[in-house]
């Protein structure tokens, strides 16, 4: 059996919900890029991970266009290549590209993606099965509440998501501790004292004013705060987690396998965001949530993209056994569609995402591979008219 050639197809399909991040460069965009991964006998492994910028953003400075090059080069590494060698193929793969750039452990992610739902389609066994076996088959889910324009907003739609089943809110937060502790407060107002609130701080604050901020917020009982401070003052972050009694936990700070161990070593922080994609997919995100498993660290998973990346998330998260105190960030791809379930999402690119989130649940996904079914129609319909689809073979 044999990898015969890889499409990299440019995909624009809308958020229907508003999808605002507090501070920096979001990317939340519209652009998706799908690949399909086709083999001597008929098989075909799907892989998407991220929402592509129009313009560069992020440390590497890549484009959608610029991904879908990179994706190009790599891709001729799998041609005649035996699919059912997965890690053997992500090395090789991974060996290709700079492990400097964030944006190129993006693209390894769709890469990653795909060639475990060859690998299971070929096999008839669910992605999870190559990460261990199922250990969790129900996931209580925390949603991650945009940067609305208005504290009341915001505090709307957390309310939204609660009443809809979501155990845990984290709110983004931005440089203005007033404009923070307002949000923070009318959500606290709006949910009650018993569902845990975090926040993303988004790298916005120095030293003395995340301090200050960290403690006005948990006046109001404050769950965790994720990267205050940049991702490059390791020092300041061990600082601030001295003087804090609430969790710090990393994103920026943890993005990579080698930044989240040279944190650990550091004990800058006291959990991490482990967004799969990010990190370089499936294969990659293991190793990530091993140096916390053994460092006793706590750890959230989350996943961003489109329902094919929803699924990668699913897959890898019912395999972990973690810590319930920090729920898993799984949903955000739920914002493409506006509603806080599965069921209730129409229009996308897959006929069945192989998975279900309901009552704020993600339930056990199934397979064979992601278990998720495309609908070509509607990839037509999203097909990008400006961007041509890339076929190495």
Not at 31 to 45: A, C, P, Q, S
């Amino acid at each position: 059996m044999k990898i015969t050639s890889v499409e990299i197809i440019a995909l624009d399909q809308p958020h229907k919900g508003r999808l605002i991040f507090a501070t920096g460069p979001t990317p939340a965009t519209n652009n998706f890029i799908l690949m399909k991964i086709h083999t001597d006998e008929g098989h075909v492994g799907l892989g998407s991970s991220y929402s592509y910028p129009d313009s560069p953003l992020l440390k590497s400075g890549v484009s959608r266009e610029g991904a879908m090059v990179l994706m190009k080069d790599m891709a001729k590494i799998l041609i005649g290549e035996d699919p059912r060698r997965t890690h053997h193929l992500l090395n090789r793969l991974e060996q290709s590209i700079s492990g400097w750039y964030s944006e190129n452990w993006y693209v390894l992610g769709t890469f990653d993606c795909a060639l475990y739902d060859l690998k299971g389609k070929i096999l008839g066994v669910p992605v999870y099965e190559f990460l261990g076996g199922m250990q969790r088959e129900r996931i209580p889910l925390e949603h991650i509440q945009s940067f609305l324009p208005t504290p009341e907003e915001a505090a709307e739609e957390a309310r939204r998501y609660i009443d809809a089943g979501f155990k845990s809110i984290k709110l983004h937060v931005n440089a203005d501790p007033k404009n923070a502790i307002a949000r923070f407060s009318a959500a606290r107002d709006v949910l009650g004292p018993d569902v845990p609130i975090g926040v993303d701080m988004g790298m916005a604050y120095n030293l003395t004013g995340a301090l200050k901020t960290i403690r006005m917020l948990d006046e109001y009982d404050l769950n965790f705060v994720e990267q205050p401070l940049t991702a490059y003052d390791v020092k300041g972050h061990v600082q601030l987690r001295a003087k804090c009694d609430v969790p710090i936990f990393a994103d920026h700070g943890a993005m990579s396998v080698a930044e989240a161990y040279s944190s650990i070593v550091a004990g800058a922080y006291d959990g991490a965001h482990c967004l799969i994609c990010r990190v370089g997919g499936m294969h990659r995100a293991a190793k990530w949530a091993d140096l916390m498993d053994v460092s006793h660290s706590d750890y959230q998973i989350c996943n961003q993209g489109n329902t094919i990346a929803a699924a990668v998330g699913a897959h890898f998260a019912v395999s972990r056994r973690k810590s319930p105190r920090f729920n898993d960030e799984l949903g955000l791809f739920l914002y493409l569609h506006d509603t806080t379930d599965t069921k209730s999402i129409s229009d996308d690119i897959v006929k069945d995402p192989g998975f279900v989130i309901e009552n704020g649940t993600l339930h056990s996904p199934k397979g064979p591979g992601l278990g998720v079914e495309l609908d070509d129609d509607m990839v037509s319909r999203y097909a990008s008219t400006v961007l041509p689809t890339i076929t190495v073979s």
